[in-house]
């Protein structure tokens, strides 16, 4: 009898960790944003068809479709060289190395972007939940989300996908 409520608490336990980790980057639905990209204009545009010539398929589906890389597999998971984050897409400058810290979340996160003008936050009701979606504001792709739960001084943690970005090191 107890070894049945240990495992009824392990597999509840399992799904909340398995929830809290794909919480960082999952495909949106975009009805369920709000319209605050509708009015921005991106100054780089370009077709589908010329995202998928310049992107490979998991950037393409990060990028563009909102999509996700699995956790501790992107390359700037455990990254530790100094320099700044570029969008993979347009190349525009969105977080330096010195925000950089490990949250244990399997994405590289970082607490502050580089410049805030190069990031749009965006509403995202998806998964039943709440969310904010950070955006390139250069060419709107698609690169994470941000939370509340991050070290000071912001308090806020960027967790990113490694596939959104580029590295430009010091």
Not at 21 to 34: D, V
Not at 151 to 169: H, I, M, Q, W
Request: aromatic share 10%.
């Amino acid at each position: 009898m107890k070894s049945i409520k240990i495992g009824r608490y392990i597999g509840i336990i399992a799904l909340i960790l398995a929830f809290s980790f794909q919480s960082c980057a999952q495909k949106s639905n975009g009805s369920e944003k709000n319209n605050s990209l509708k009015n921005h204009t991106f100054e780089v545009q370009k077709t589908e068809s010329e995202w998928k010539e310049i992107l490979n398929p998991l950037e393409y589906k990060v990028l563009r479709e909102e999509g996700t890389e699995r956790a501790f597999t992107g390359k700037y998971n455990d990254f530790k060289k100094e320099g700044i984050y570029v969008c993979i897409g347009c190349k525009t400058e969105l977080f330096s190395s010195e925000t950089k810290y490990e949250s244990g979340t399997g994405w590289p996160s970082f607490y502050k972007p580089l410049n805030k003008e190069n990031v749009l936050e965006v509403e995202d009701r998806s998964l039943g939940t709440l969310r904010t979606e950070v955006v390139c504001a250069t060419c709107g792709g698609h690169i994470g989300h941000v939370f509340e739960d991050g070290p000071k001084p912001t308090g806020l943690r960027y967790c990113l996908n490694s596939v959104a970005l580029d590295f430009k090191e010091e």
